[in-house]
């Protein structure tokens, strides 16, 4: 349901033609080098290449350009800056920093295996069968905190014509009410939700309507249907359905949050496979000695 930098000071803005004549002329100067010379810190030069890297690999706008470059470059500034002192200053055990570097790659090179083999055979096909035993088993995870609403609303501002006809048709009291209402709430309404199959929070849904001075569980019992005018807009609410909070939470409610949990324990399941496969392959092969 929709209910609906720091500043870079430390050389001149880059304006936004600036900026993209830097990409073309380092787009068209190919292998000839690094492009131009953007900064520099002590020994450390900045080129144009590692800007044009850099921008390459995020999503922006034209509009967003200048200030992304502005930022890179001071940012490359200041980690050069830092890096230098660090470099010298007498307290930094450099070789326990080279160990963690190392120990980091290798690491990311395990991780990185895992993550394309695990894609290359992860089963994303998960049936309903699969879905509802799952919720079978773990029933205890499946508690609400919260009421479960199946519900119509409308928002309508008050300048809207014929607001009267909605008090006789968002009470659902007849067939053709939703229908009627549908075509009015495509053209007047400021907000429009009906869904007689799905669930959602009550808490959710006041997010979006003012409601002040209820007693939830009452309002919610009730099945109560309401209207209300407040700050240029009319309200209708009626309350459809309701699961009570402290009870188990509907399969079909549950059912995107089982899948991704299902999912979850096959990536697992899988990356400690293809690992174990991995190595036990090594020793098949006689590629481990011990001395």
């Known amino acids: 349901m929709a209910f609906l930098i720091r500043k870079f000071t430390g050389m001149p803005r880059y304006s936004l033609f600036i900026v993209f004549l830097l990409l073309i002329l380092s ?10 010379l953007l900064a520099q810190v002590y020994d450390e030069k900045l080129y144009e290449e590692e800007l044009t890297d850099h921008l390459k690999q995020i999503d922006y706008t034209s509009e967003d350009s200048a200030m992304i470059a502005d930022e890179f470059i001071q940012e490359w500034l200041d980690d050069h800056i830092l890096i230098h002192h660090a470099q010298k200053h007498k307290e930094i055990d450099e070789e326990e920093i080279e160990r963690k570097v190392d120990r980091f790659r290798k690491d990311l090179y395990i991780l990185k295996l895992e ?4 894609n290359e055979q992860l089963d994303t096909i998960i049936s309903d069968q699969e879905i509802k035993s799952y919720y079978e088993k773990h029933k205890q995870d499946f508690q609400l905190n919260d009421y479960l609403v199946k519900v119509l609303y409308i928002k309508i501002p008050d300048d809207a014509p014929d607001i009267e006809q909605i008090v006789s048709t968002y009470k659902l009291n007849k067939e ?4 009627a209402l549908e075509i009015y709430a495509k053209i007047y309404a400021t907000n429009y939700y009906y869904d007689k199959d799905s ?3 009550f808490d959710d849904l006041l997010k979006e309507i003012p409601l002040q001075d209820i007693n939830k569980d009452r309002f919610i019992m009730k099945r109560s249907k309401i209207r209300f005018q407040e700050q240029g807009y009319h309200y209708f609410l009626n309350i459809l359905d309701y699961k009570l909070k402290n009870t188990l939470s509907p399969l079909g409610f549950e059912r995107k949050n089982i899948r991704e949990r299902i999912l979850n324990i096959r990536v ?6 293809v690992k174990q496969d991995i190595i036990s392959k090594a020793y098949d092969d006689k590629a481990v000695k011990i001395y």
């Open 115 to 118: 993550q394309q083999l695990v």
């Open 199 to 201: 669930w959602i929070y």
């Open 27 to 36: 787009a068209c100067s190919g292998k000839d080098g690094k492009g131009r």
């Open 176 to 179: 053709t009410d939703v229908e």
């Open 268 to 273: 697992k399941e899988l990356r400690d496979k």
